[in-house]
């Protein structure tokens, strides 16, 4: 089983700065690909970012390309999402998930993510 955990949420003001993190325990964690998604009241989970076991392949929303960082600790099972100029359509839940990744995985769709985080949420303010 792999279990996720995310932290680092709050509220900052529009063009502040947060960084999540997403800490893995149990077994393939370090094997998986990870993903961001964000979802509002009412609304479907949309992709944010992800990133590969070995961190060096990335993927962005294009609403976040250019302000979201994505990165990898895999010595310490953790990915982070660096979110700099925040805006307050970023306002979501922010979940990590995991998935098994293969070449047809589709990272843009949460449904293709088999293990989620409990969420954490980000307000961003106007």
């Known amino acids: 089983q792999l279990q996720l955990v995310e932290s680092g949420g709050g509220v900052v003001e529009a063009g502040g700065s947060l960084r999540l993190s997403c800490e893995g325990s149990?077994?393939?964690?370090?094997?998986?690909?990870i993903g961001w998604f964000g979802q509002t009241s009412g609304k479907e989970r949309e992709f944010i970012a992800a990133?590969?076991?070995?961190?060096?392949?990335?993927f962005y929303a294009d609403s976040v390309q250019g302000r979201f960082t994505i990165s990898r600790d895999k010595a310490k099972n953790t990915v982070f999402l660096q979110m700099d100029s925040l805006k307050p359509e970023d306002t979501a839940v922010y979940y990590c998930?995991?998935?098994?990744?293969?070449?047809?995985?589709?990272?843009?769709?949460?449904?293709?993510?088999?293990?989620w985080g409990q969420g954490t949420q980000v307000t961003v303010s106007s």
């Open positions: 998930a995991a998935g098994a990744y293969h070449p047809e995985f589709d990272v843009y769709s949460a449904p293709n993510y088999d293990y």
């Open positions: 149990g077994r393939g964690f370090s094997s998986r690909l």
């Open positions: 990133i590969s076991w070995s961190g060096s392949t990335t």
